[in-house]
């Protein structure tokens, strides 16, 4: 069973360009989530979709960030203009039952974004 | 808002040593989880702790849940090049809410 997969691995960008992250769940995987880690600090949470509604949306930055689920299969994250502060590493996880005890999310190998 | 603390940041240790490392937040959690992040990977969970005391073993790697539910332990025995990586714990209050993660602890193993 394949994973959760993300594109690109890497991106560098300048200050002000349009970036598009995008994340392929595990199949079957209602839940998806976007995080980001900023060099050195914790992960932290930006938002949760299940199938193509956004759960929570509590931790996106600012309106600069777009994230997009159509159909409930895979999901963008749009940053416009970016930002120096941005660059970080931008992690999708996905898992089956959010509100059950004992849920597992499943994280992707990350998206490493670095702003010029 | 909630926010957990790793100690140590990070820490070189020499093959076959073993290691501990902890977690520990200003609230309450109910859910501990451990990841570990090998280089250009995402998180991979390691252990799942669901109850206050509860010590879980997955190989060489035991973890508990605080009696307090403040603070979780990962302990790591006879350590092997291959546990390089950074260690994150992650926390969550209740069922259904959004976990919340600690900054990390880098571990080096020397050969």
């Known amino acids: 069973e394949a994973g959760v997969t993300q594109f690109p691995s890497h991106s560098v960008i300048e200050k002000g360009q349009t970036v598009t992250l995008r994340c392929d769940p595990i199949?079957?995987?209602?839940?998806l989530y976007w995080y980001r880690r900023v060099m050195g600090k914790e992960i932290k949470f930006l938002l949760h979709?299940?199938?193509?509604?956004?759960?929570?949306e509590s931790g996106m930055p600012n309106n600069r960030f777009l994230a997009e689920r159509t159909g409930g299969t895979y999901s963008t994250l749009k940053v416009q203009p970016a930002e120096l502060e941005d660059s970080g590493v931008y992690f999708c996880a996905s898992s089956q039952d959010p509100g059950q005890r004992q849920e597992t999310q499943y994280f992707g190998p990350g998206t490493r974004l670095l702003v010029l | 808002g909630q926010q957990l603390n790793q100690s140590p940041q990070s820490m070189f240790i020499q093959e076959g040593e073993d290691v501990s490392m902890n977690c520990t937040s200003s609230s309450i959690f109910n859910t501990w989880l451990w990841y570990k992040q090998d280089p250009g990977e995402g998180p991979v969970l390691l252990i799942a702790?669901?109850?206050?005391?509860e010590l879980t073993s997955n190989g060489r790697l035991t973890a508990q849940f605080g009696i307090t539910r403040k603070d979780s332990f990962l302990n790591i025995s006879a350590s092997i090049p291959s546990d390089v990586g950074i260690y994150f714990c992650a926390g969550r209050d209740n069922y259904g809410q959004n976990f919340v993660f600690g900054p990390g602890t880098r571990l080096s193993v020397l050969p």
């Open positions: 702790l669901y109850k206050a005391g």
């Open positions: 979709f299940v199938k193509e509604s956004k759960q929570d």
């Open positions: 199949s079957g995987h209602d839940n």
